[in-house]
């Protein structure tokens, strides 16, 4: 993987604005965020993390398309205006699965430990991603009844 050159912090704020849970943010702290990321491109066959790693870093994808495999098998397809990676990294626990590019993709990267500074630091960005996610797994749900 490398870090792409040339992508401001305005370019991450108004990409990270477009994922669940940061559009309701205040500016000031979806700055702060985007400030602590990084871009990042990634080629099909990259892997973003591995079953059983620490997680050190959190992936909102902006284009491109990766996928979580458990045993080789397809858990679930992440495209743009998802993330990956985020429960292991809140929960401080291994990874319970692989990722991997499955297309070129740009990612913003934000550090484990840069995200649980400023989640400590403004709580109210943690409760609005927990509230996105708890949607997005409603919703998950209803898909498969």
């Known amino acids: 993987m490398r870090d792409l ?3 401001s912090a305005i370019d ?7 994922f669940p849970g ?3 943010l205040p500016l000031d702290d979806v700055d702060g965020l985007a400030s602590a990321a990084q871009d990042r491109e990634v080629k099909p066959g990259e892997y973003l993390f591995r ?3 620490v997680p050190g870093e959190v992936f909102f994808i902006t284009s491109g398309r990766v ?3 458990k045993d ?9 205006g998802s993330a990956v990676g985020g429960l292991a990294a809140l929960g401080n626990s291994r990874h319970g699965y692989d990722c991997v590019a499955v297309e070129d993709s740009t990612l913003i990267v934000l550090k484990t430990t840069h995200m649980t500074d400023i989640f400590e630091e403004h709580f109210q960005i943690i409760r609005s991603v927990l509230a996105a996610m708890s949607e997005i797994g409603r919703a998950s749900c209803r898909e498969r009844v």
């Open 72 to 80: 080789g098998q397809v858990i679930r397809d992440f495209v743009a």
């Open 51 to 53: 079953e059983g790693e």
């Open 22 to 24: 940061y559009a309701s």
């Open 5 to 7: 050159h040339g992508s």
């Open 67 to 69: 996928e979580t495999r």
């Open 12 to 18: 991450r704020v108004i990409a990270l604005r477009s």
